[in-house]
Nanobody, 125 residues
Framework: DVQLVESGGGSVQPGGSLRLSCAAG????????MGWFRQRPGKDREGLAV????????TYADSVKGRFTISKDSGNNTLHLQMDNLKPEDSAIYYC???????????????????WGQGTQVTVS
């Protein structure tokens, strides 16, 4: 099973930055999709940035494009989300997610992902 553990959340002032990490453990699927999602109080979980490992392609939500960057460390199965120019509306619980045997990009819909971390809180105020 895919094991995902997020870290790096915290509190920052507007305009500040945070770097989230997601340890994927022994996630060994040859083709998979991984991404970052967030959930604000009273709202549905939304996709922010996803990476198709098989083709090394990325997709970003319009709301974070140019501010957030998804990346993966080579060889250690750690996913990152660099968040710059944070805004109060970015405050949410941030989740790492994955879908094994992802042979094509599946986009930003949370319904497409089957493995989830427990989340890390980000507060911008």
């Amino acid at each position: 099973d895919v094991q995902l553990v997020e870290s790096g959340g915290g509190s920052v002032q507007p305009g500040g930055s945070l770097r989230l990490s997601c340890a994927a453990g022994r996630y060994t699927y040859k083709r998979n999709c991984m991404g970052w999602f967030r959930q604000r109080p009273g709202k549905d979980r939304e996709g922010l940035a996803v990476l198709w490992i098989g083709g090394a392609t990325t997709t970003y939500a319009d709301s974070v494009k140019g501010r957030f960057t998804i990346s993966k460390d080579s060889g250690n199965n750690t996913l990152h989300l660099q968040m710059d120019n944070l805004k109060p509306e970015d405050s949410a619980i941030y989740y790492c997610a994955a879908r094994p045997y992802c042979v094509v990009p599946i986009g930003l819909s949370s319904q497409k992902y089957t493995a989830w971390g427990q989340g890390t809180q980000v507060t911008v105020s």
